[in-house]
Nanobody
Framework: QVQLVESGGGLVQAGGSLRLSCVAS????????MGWFRQAPGKEREFAAA????????FYVDSVKGRFTISRDNAKNTVYLQMNSLKPEDTAVYYC???????????????WGRGTQVTVSS
């Protein structure tokens, strides 16, 4: 079992930045593929970004490429999502996710956090 706890959400103006963090419990964090998903009001949850267990490979949905950066610190059991040039359409609850398998498309992780709200005002 892996428990995931997100933090770092909040209210920001369009064009601003936020960094989300997700701390994972357990000793096997370094073996997990980690990801971030988001769910906007009235919409389905969608994939945003993922990172391989070693951090070498990263994956993004087209709408965040060039603006968001996913990274991880295996010594701290933490994955990050740096979000720059935020837009009102980035407003959503952001969920951290983990899976023991290598990245696969579509990415369907086994473990989920409870989410953190990101609101971007225009």
């Amino acid at each position: 079992q892996v428990q995931l706890v997100e933090s770092g959400g909040g209210l920001v103006q369009a064009g601003g930045s936020l960094r989300l963090s997700c701390v994972a419990s357990g000793r096997t964090f370094k073996s997990y593929t980690m990801g971030w998903f988001r769910q906007a009001p009235g919409k389905e949850r969608e994939f945003a970004a993922a990172i391989s267990s070693t951090g070498v490979r990263t994956f993004y949905v087209d709408s965040v490429k060039g603006r968001f950066t996913i990274s991880r610190d295996n010594a701290k059991n933490t994955v990050y999502l740096q979000m720059n040039s935020l837009k009102p359409e980035d407003t959503a609850v952001y969920y951290c996710a983990a899976d023991q398998r290598p990245y696969h498309d579509p990415f369907i992780p086994n473990y989920w956090g409870r989410g953190t709200q990101v609101t971007v005002s225009s």
